[in-house]
């Protein structure tokens, strides 16, 4: 199924080394035709890192999908009583709202999207980025991967030797993941 026409939610959270790569597969989306509707955790919206100021972050979001940034619980939670959203993204997904998403927490605009999206019985995409995912945050994952509605972009590890329990997915599957889910489909192969 195409992208063009859809309403996705686009949200990211806080693996700043990762953000640059994932809005390449936010531009493309919209370049794909999809109405994106940003979504950025409190720590996105609010850190300046060594990658970038957080206010240039929200400016280059903003110019690309021609949408204000939803930043807050409160106007994440519409989503679910509207019926805003075909389909909610989120890239990349660190550890932390990895393990919320899998436990239930509602405690960021993005586990908030995440929750109203799962609310309505629609799909969720997640695209890790985790040093531990294959150590804590393992099972984690693993509840996820047997949750109705979550699909996972292709992961692997990014640096075996040096991090041997990080995950990140391979963010250029992003709208090939995307297009599958909205079938209701797993891409496959899961581990890249």
């Known amino acids: 199924m195409t992208v063009k026409g859809k309403n996705i939610g686009y949200a990211f959270t806080g693996s700043f080394c990762t953000i640059s790569e994932t809005i390449k597969e936010m531009e493309r989306l919209v370049f794909l035709g999809a109405e994106v509707y940003p979504i950025l955790s409190y720590t996105v919206a609010k850190t300046d890192t060594r990658f970038g100021r957080a206010d240039d972050l929200r400016r280059r979001i903003e110019l690309v999908t021609g949408r204000d940034c939803i930043d807050t619980i409160t106007l994440a939670e519409p989503i679910g009583p509207k019926n805003l959203l075909d389909l909610i993204v989120v890239a990349p997904c660190t550890g932390n709202t990895l393990s919320k998403i899998a436990n239930g927490i509602t405690d960021t605009p993005v586990t908030m999207a995440v929750k109203a999206q799962l609310r309505n019985q629609k799909p969720v995409v997640l695209a890790i980025a985790t040093n531990?995912?294959?150590?804590?945050?393992?099972?984690?994952?693993?509840v996820l991967l047997s949750t109705k509605n979550i699909y996972f972009v292709p992961f692997g590890q990014d640096d075996p030797e040096k991090k041997n329990n990080s995950l990140i997915a391979k963010f250029s599957m992003i709208v090939p993941t995307i297009e599958l889910a909205l079938e209701g489909r797993q891409i496959q192969p899961l581990l890249a």
């Open 132 to 142: 531990d995912g294959l150590g804590a945050n393992a099972k984690n994952i693993g």
